[in-house]
C-alpha cells in the first residue's frame, strides 16, 4: 500500500528562538522522512522567521506533518502551498580556463551572471524555479565545474 | 521581589495552587531542595525512583483533574524520568516536571550527571524549556502550567541548569501570558455542529463511540445527558471507562482488541459513528479499512492533528468536548430516539449472542472473579489503577465504574509499572476514596520499591496482585499466535509477596479461595495500610474476546460457549 509521494513546499512561520529548528526537523525525522531543502531567515522586523521546507511524501503523510507542526507551541503559521512563486539560487565554481564569456551567457538566461573573479577561478551565481536550476546544473556540466552550492528554495504564495 | 531562581520555583508552584509535589532530589536540583525544606506551602513525597515519581504525578492528576507536577534531578534522575514523561504525552495528561541540569557553564562539555535533557523530552512532551536566565523563569512557569492543562493536556518540562536556581532576579507571577502562537481552538463550529445534529437526525443507526478526551474535558455528564436525551447506544475506549456508569441501558461495553462482542459489531454495523475526544488508536479500530466500514464520522477533538489521521471524518469539529456537547445538547430536539429502536434491540441481540463473560472452570480462582468481586465489594467507594496485562484488560472489562476519573491506567504507551506509583498519587489527590491497583506477577515488581513511599508517607493503596506465575498477555499471544512457545514469560520462580510486602512495612496475604480473598480485601480496607493482595489465579487464562492484531473488528475470538450449570 504505497501511496504517491509528492514534492511539496510548506512554510512555517515560528517565533525565532533557540531550539525551533529542532523541534521541527524532528517532526519529519521521527517519521523517516527526508528534507530536501530547508532554508530558515528572520522576517523583517518580527519576532518570527520563516522556513521554506521541500520535502515529498505522500498527501496524507505531509497533511499530517503540517498539522502536528501546527501544533508546536512556537509555530505560529503553517502553509502547505499550491499556487506559489518559488525560487533558488546556486553559486558555481569554473575553471578560469573554461570558457568565460559562453558561461556569462548561460547565467543570463537563468536571471544570473558571473559574481567573481580570480587568479584561478570565477564564480557564477544564477536565482531561477528550482527545475530550472536543475537544468542550469546539467547543461554547465561540460565546463568542468570544480564546485556546487545550491541554497534551498524559498517561496510565496501569489 | 527580588529572589533565587529556587525560591521561584516554589513561589510559583504556591501560586498555581499545587499541593503535593512528587520528586527525587540530586546533585542539580539541590537548591531547589533547600528551598523546599524551609517552605509548608505544599507537601512533597520522595519516591524511590524518578519514573515512579512522574507516574505518581500522573495518577495525581487524572484522579483530580489538577495539573501534576513532579521534580527531579539531572543526568540519571532526568532519564529515569523519561518513560513517565512519554506515558503521560501518549495519555494526554496535565504534567509540569522540573529538572536540574549542570550549571550553564558546564552544558556541552560531558559534564558530571549532564545528559541534553530538552533534546531527549522534545519527542515526548508537550513543549518543554532550558532556562538560561533566572529573569524568565516566572514567564515559563506560568507558561508551562498553562500549556499543560490548556488544549489537548500533556507533558511540559521545565529544565533549570543550577546556576540559574542560584541566580537573583526579579519575581512578578501576575503577568499576562503572551503566547501569541498557542491558542487552542476551544469552541466549535457551529455550522459544523448543526450539520452534525442533522446527520445524526438521519441516521438509522448512530453510535456513541466515546474516548479519553472527555474525562480530560470533564465533560462526562453533558456526555450522558447526549447519551440519554438521544437514545443513542454507546461504546467506551480504554480511556474512557467512567464516562457513562457501567449499569447505563445505552453502553454497550468497551470496544476494541478486547472489546465485547457487542461493542465491536455495532461499530461495524453502524452508519454514523459519533466520535467524541476519541483517536481511532489501532487498538481501537482493528484493521483500518474494515473499520465502522459503511459508516460517515463526527469526529469531535479539541486537536485538529487527530482529525482524519486514520478515519476520515465527514463531519469534523475542533474544539472542546465539552463545548461542543453543550451546543449540541442545546439542538437535540431535533432528534428522535424512537428512531434508534431496532437497532437498540439489534445490539442487546447481539450482547445476548455472547454476553461479555468468563466460566468458573477451574480449581484456582478466576481473574475476572477478582474484578468483579472487588466491584461488588468496593464499587463506587474506590479508585481504580492498574498496570498492564490481562490484568489490565480485566479491569477494564469487568470492574462497575460509576464515574470519571475512578479508572486510571497506562492506555497509550502500556507501561508495566504504571500502576502502584499511580495509585499513590491517586490516593493523594483523592484521599477519601480506596486506591486499589489491579496488578500482575510481572508488573508490580518493575515499581515495587514504591512500597517504601507508601509505607514513610503513609498511603494506603491495595495492591492486588492477580498471579498466573506469567507475563500473561505475551504467555496469550505465544499460545496463540506462537503455536505455544512461551519463550521467556514463565515466571515460576518468584518472590514470597506476603513478606516482599512485610520487609517494608506493608502488610500481605496470599489467597486462593474466594472466601479467603473476601477476608483479605476487608482486613486491608480495615487495616488502612499498604497492601499486596496476592491472588492465586487460573494460569492459562485468556484474554476474550480478541482481536487478532490487524485483524477486522467483526472477526473476534470468542469465549468458548458452555453449559452453564
Ligand atoms: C515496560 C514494559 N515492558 C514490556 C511490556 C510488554 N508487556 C505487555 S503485557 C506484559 C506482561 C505483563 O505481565 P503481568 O504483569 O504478570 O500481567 P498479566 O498479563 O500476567 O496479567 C508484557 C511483558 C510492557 N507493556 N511494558
Ligand atoms: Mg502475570
Redesign the interface.
Known sequence: MTENSERRVVSVIVINEASVLSRITNLFSGRGYNITSLTVAPIPDTRYSRLTIVTAGSVRVIEQITKQLHKLIPVLKVYEHADIVEKEMALVKFPITENITDIGTLCQAYNGKIVNVGDNVVIAMVADEPHRIDNFLSIIKRYNPKEIVRGGAVALER | MQITGAQMVIEAFIAEGVDTVFGYPGGAIMNVYDEIYKQNGFKHILNRHEQASIHAAEGYAKASGKVGVAMITSGPGFTNAVTGLADAYMDSVPLVVVSGQVPMSLIGTDGFQEIDA??IS??CT??NY?VTNAADLPRILKEAFY?ARSGRPGPVHVDIPKDVTAQIAEFNYDIELD????KPHTKGNPRQIKKAIEAIAKAKRPLFYLGGGIINSNASYEVRELVHKTGIPAVETLMARGVLSYDDDLLISMLGMHGSYAANMAMSETDLVIGLGVRFDDRVTGKLSEFAKNADVIHVDI???SI??LVNADYPIVGDVKNVVIEMLALVEQIDSDNYESWRETISNFDELHPLTFHEDTDRLKPQWVVKRVGELLGDSANISTDVGQHQMWAAQFYPFTRPNQWITSGGLGTMGFGFPAAIGVKVATPDKTSVNFTGDGSILMNVQELMTAVEKKIPVINIILNNNFLGMVRQWQTLFYNKRHSETDLSVQPDFVKLSEAFGGIGYRVTTKEEFDAALKDAVEKNVVAFIEVIVERFENVMPMVPSGGSLFNMMLLEKKETK
Open positions: 530538552v533534546g522534545r519527542p508537550k513543549h532550558l500549556i503566547l501569541e502562537t498557542y486537536d485538529p492533528a482524519s489521521k
